[in-house]
C-alpha cells in the first residue's frame, strides 16, 4: 500500500536539521551501542535514535524529515535523553520543537528617544541598540569608534549585528577569537529565527550572511556553537593592545525583541584610558 507524502515531508525544518546534526555529532559508543566492524557511517542512526528515545522509527523519521509536527513532551523529552543534550541543548530543542509564534506585521524600527539617551549616558562604555531581527538601530560614540560607524560607514544591508560578526573585515580584526564569536552569533540569530520562523525577514538576513561568508552556511549546519561563552571578549585594537571586554545584554521590556548591548572592562581595566585610533 503506498501513502501519499505531503510536500512538508520532504522540506527540511529548524527541528529536522537539528536532530540530524545532533545524531550525527553522536558516536555509537556514547550512548551504549557497540559499533559493528566495518561500519562507516558518522554518528547515530535514524533507527538508533528512535530506540533510544522510546518512538517509532516511522514517526522519527517523519520529524527529522520535516513534517510539521508538534511532538509531545513525552517525545521531547525522549530525544533529549537519547542525544545526550545539556541544558542548553534542551532549551533550544524545545524552542523549536514548540513551533511559531504568532506572525505580526512588519514595522520600521526606530531609536526611540530614551533609548538614544540611555547610549550617551553609557558612554564611555560602548553600547548599541539592536532591533528584532538584528539590525543596529543605535550606537553611542565609543562604539562607532570600537566596533564601527554603522550610521556613516555602512549600507542599509550592512548595519546587521550578524553581518558585522560573520561578514565585516572590521570584526575579523577586531575580535582575536573572530571565528568563535562569529559562529556563536550565529547560533544565536538561529534561535532568534526559530522564534520568528514565517517572518522573510530573518531569511534574508541569513541569505545574506551566507552569500557574504559561506563559511556561516557550514557552521549553520554543525548545531554546535555555545551562544552563552560570548559574554567576555577579547578586543584587539588598531594599537595591538588587547583589551578584554565583559558584554552585558538588557532586554527592552516593552520591546522583547530590542535588545541594549553594552560592554564593560574587567575590574582592572577602564575604557576611560583606551584612546581609540580609528
Request: net charge negative; aromatic share 8%; proline share 5%.
Amino acid at each position: 500500500m503506498t501513502t501519499d507524502v505531503p510536500l512538508s515531508v520532504r522540506t527540511p525544518s529548524p527541528l529536522g536539521e537539528f536532530l540530524r546534526a545532533r545524531r550525527h555529532a553522536i558516536a555509537p559508543e556514547e550512548v551504549g551501542i557497540k559499533r559493528a566492524k566495518g561500519r562507516r557511517r558518522v554518528g547515530l542512526s535514524r533507527t538508533e535514535v528512535a530506540e533510544l528515545a522510546n518512538i517509532s522509527v516511522a514517526y522519527y523519521d517523519l520529524i527529522e524529515r520535516g513534517r510539521d509536527l508538534r511532538p509531545s513532551k513525552a517525545v521531547i523529552d525522549g530525544l533529549a535523553r537519547a542525544l545526550r543534550l545539556d541544558a542548553d541543548g534542551r532549551a533550544h530543542l524545545d524552542s523549536i520543537a514548540s513551533g511559531a509564534s504568532p506572525r505580526r506585521k512588519a514595522e520600521p524600527e526606530m531609536l526611540s528617544e530614551e533609548l538614544e539617551e540611555l547610549l550617551d549616558s553609557i558612554d564611555p562604555n560602548p553600547a548599541y541598540v539592536v532591533g528584532a531581527r538584528w539590525d543596529v538601530l543605535g550606537a553611542n560614540h565609543t562604539a562607532c569608534q570600537l566596533f564601527t560607524d554603522w550610521e556613516s560607514k555602512r549600507t542599509k544591508r550592512e548595519r546587521n549585528l550578524l553581518w558585522f560578526y560573520c561578514c565585516d573585515p572590521a570584526a575579523r580584526s577586531l575580535f582575536v577569537d573572530w571565528e568563535q564569536e562569529a559562529a556563536d552569533q550565529l547560533a544565536l540569530f538561529r534561535e532568534a529565527y526559530a522564534r520568528h520562523p514565517d517572518d522573510p525577514a530573518y531569511k534574508r538576513v541569513l541569505d545574506e550572511v551566507f552569500k557574504g561568508n559561506p563559511a556561516t552556511e557550514h557552521w549553520w549546519e554543525q548545531h554546535d556553537s555555545d551562544p552563552t561563552r560570548g559574554r567576555t571578549k577579547r578586543i584587539r585594537l588598531d594599537t595591538g593592545e588587547v583589551i578584554q571586554l565583559r558584554q552585558l545584554v538588557l532586554q527592552v521590556a516593552d520591546e522583547p525583541d530590542i535588545r541594549v548591548i553594552s560592554y564593560f572592562a574587567d575590574a582592572d581595566g577602564d575604557l576611560d584610558d583606551v584612546e581609540f585610533d580609528y
